[in-house]
């Protein structure tokens, strides 16, 4: 704005006089950022109504009049220099940056803030603006780990602290060999002496310092009253990891990783699962070296008895260490005996198309599998006092050709064992019931009999129950994968944008935050619509549909008495109207009437206040057709 306007303003309200930079800084083609409507830049200045007029890059409607009075405080200016504006002025100099010298782009941004002092929330802000929140979040991520290692940028331990600019470069291992001496907790001692001995790529520099460090590790490990036994092998790894240029043997340094293996003789799963997953292969390495007589049998043992990354690793050690046959043999005689554990079961059908593993495991699916899977699924919900959905429940209900893959290995007799147990599991949420029993029906359509309650002559009642919806499979999978599409990726994403709005502040003046909360509710609306429709349908085949009545699932011939001209009709589930293909939903009007005529009769529909008489000529089944 100019300086007249500005001195107008002060005349009317000289306690704008203070305010005067920020509304010189309101000029016009600056970029700006609003708390509440985001990135923008100001385009003009509409002298009789003396309003602003910015272009937000979010907003379709252009030059969106603003008062600056009402702007002050919620409307950042940003400079020329600033890495925002550079972007807009000249995007691919600054993509270039981003690209070759990203961490440039950060001492930048870091450069232009008060005391070269930033908190990670606002440079995630800029970020975002400047790249769009997918791209910015993975290069940030990517970022981050090259500023742990720049001299220039004290990185910070924890979220609350900022990013700072140092005066003068300091090398991070300085930084860290400083702290670690400083140190008093054992526990974050070893983390110390861990991120040490990441940041030290030139060993030379910690040649000087390397002997206090492994004599203070040393004692931290030996003599701490907090640390668990996991916690203490871990430092002593730490500690050899250091030690590997100074010692001949960091294996006979006191204490050894031996002697804590030892010590834990008797709940070796217990310590397996609290080593970092880093560690897993060199514990499994330790076991054979300590036990070289029996160590196959300890591994088996804890492939049986840990939790899933660890019990993983030990399928993947057995067969590196070509073991394979003693794998297949044990996992076969767990699933004889019905004693497979969930870790293994997940691991099963997680890894079971890995080429690794597809040869070893392929024997094992089936029904005798799907089994153990819904007996572990049982036992854990009766043990879980949570609400959090089981793992192996998971899997099963979203890896959409498991389930197709066990059943194809056995009978419609063992579906429909398999089918009822699902029905009496108590792990599975309701709806995912639904979705894997369409499963069960789609391979053996005899089981939706099973389940409707019908005898075991086959014959099936006529009537349907008003409260359910005959649905197509291809309808009812469609629904499925919006209902999955609203859980997964549209209801978080709302969530994020509502959390991201709620930080502009002021929630009264944040069209933002209104917008994503109306949003929030319509999503809602819609997941509980899905999930009661979805409850209420009975997924179908067509193939029961009758061939001497008019059923769901017919194509049907008519006359109009009136004119004699025919027309033909397929009658089908409650989601598969098609008027375009003279395709009805057997819940529309005529399909209602038509349900249960014959060849030859005559039926009368009224539409706004019009009476039309049809005469059934021909009927067939629309799967016969097919």
């Not at 509710?521 to 008019?550: N, V």
């Amino acid at each position: 704005m100019n300086v007249e306007i500005i001195d107008r303003l002060i005349d009317q309200d000289p306690a704008l006089e203070s305010s005067r930079a920020a509304l010189e800084a309101m000029k016009v083609g600056a970029c700006c950022i609003h708390r509440s409507w985001g990135f923008g830049k100001i385009a003009g200045f509409e002298s009789e109504k003396g309003m602003l007029l910015v272009d937000f890059e979010e907003d379709e409607v252009k030059s969106h009049p603003m008062d600056p009075v009402f702007c002050l405080g919620k409307l950042e200016v940003l400079d020329d220099e600033h890495i925002l504006s550079r972007h807009r002025a000249n995007r691919e100099e600054i993509e270039k940056m981003a690209k070759k010298e990203p961490v440039d782009l950060i001492i930048d941004i870091l450069s232009r803030c008060e005391d070269g002092c930033s908190s990670t929330r606002e440079i995630e802000r800029i970020l975002g603006y400047l790249f769009g929140s997918p791209k910015a979040k993975k290069w940030w991520t990517a970022t981050k780990k090259l500023l742990v290692k720049d001299p220039r940028v004290a990185v910070p331990n924890k979220k609350t602290e900022p990013y700072v600019l140092r005066d003068e470069p300091v090398k991070p291992e300085q930084e860290v060999l400083q702290d670690f001496f400083d140190e008093k907790r054992s526990k974050v001692k070893i983390a110390l002496a861990e991120k040490l001995f990441d940041l030290a790529t030139e060993k030379e520099d910690l040649q000087a310092d390397l002997p206090q460090v492994l004599s203070e590790l040393t004692t931290a490990i030996m003599e701490a009253r907090n640390l668990s036994q996991a916690d203490r092998l871990y430092g002593i790894w730490v500690r050899n990891n250091l030690a590997r240029d100074v010692e001949e043997d960091v294996e006979k340094l006191e204490p050894t990783s031996a002697s804590i293996l030892k010590e834990c003789e008797d709940d070796l799963p217990g310590l397996a699962d609290l080593m970092p997953t880093k560690f897993h292969t060199r514990f499994l390495d330790l076991v054979a070296r300590v036990y070289p007589d029996e160590w196959k049998k300890i591994i088996v043992s804890l492939l049986q008895n840990t939790a899933l990354k660890f019990s993983g690793e030990c399928a993947h050690f057995l067969i590196d260490q070509e073991e394979s046959a003693l794998l297949k043999k044990s996992l076969k005689t767990w699933l004889d005996e019905q004693s497979l554990k969930s870790p293994v079961l997940l691991w099963i059908l997680k890894f079971r198309e890995m080429a690794k593993f597809k040869d070893l495991l392929s024997s094992l699916i089936g029904p005798r599998l799907l089994t153990a899977v819904f007996s572990a699924i049982d036992y854990e919900s009766l043990q879980s006092a949570t609400t959090r959905r089981i793992p192996l429940a998971e899997i099963l209900s979203d890896d959409r050709e498991l389930l197709p893959q066990i059943l194809d290995k056995g009978s419609e007799e063992n579906a429909k064992d398999l089918a009822q147990a699902l029905l009496l599991n108590p792990g599975f949420e309701d709806l995912s019931k639904r979705s894997l029993l369409a499963r069960f029906i789609k391979r053996y359509p005899g089981i939706q009999s099973m389940l409707d309650g019908e005898d075991s002559s086959g014959s099936s009642s006529s009537t349907i129950n008003d409260d359910s919806l005959v649905v197509s499979q291809s309808s009812y999978d469609k629904k499925l994968a919006d209902l999955d599409e609203l859980a997964k990726e549209k209801i978080p994403a709302n969530s994020l944008a509502i959390e991201t709005a709620r930080e502009h502040g002021d929630l009264r003046e944040n069209a933002e935050y209104h917008m994503a909360k109306d949003e929030q509710k319509l999503l809602l609306a819609r997941q509980a619509e899905l999930q009661s429709e979805i409850m209420r349908a009975k997924p179908t085949d067509f193939t029961d549909a009758p061939e001497d009545s008019i059923g769901i699932g017919s194509v049907v011939n008519l006359t109009d008495q009136a004119n004699g001209e025919s027309q033909e009709y397929v009658i089908l589930g409650a989601w598969d109207s098609d008027p375009d293909n003279n395709i009805l939903s057997y819940l529309t009007p005529l399909g209602q009437k038509l349900l249960g005529e014959k060849i030859g009769n005559v039926v009368e529909t009224e539409v706004a206040g019009n009476i039309q008489s049809w005469k059934v000529e021909a009927l067939s089944r629309w799967v016969d057709s097919k």
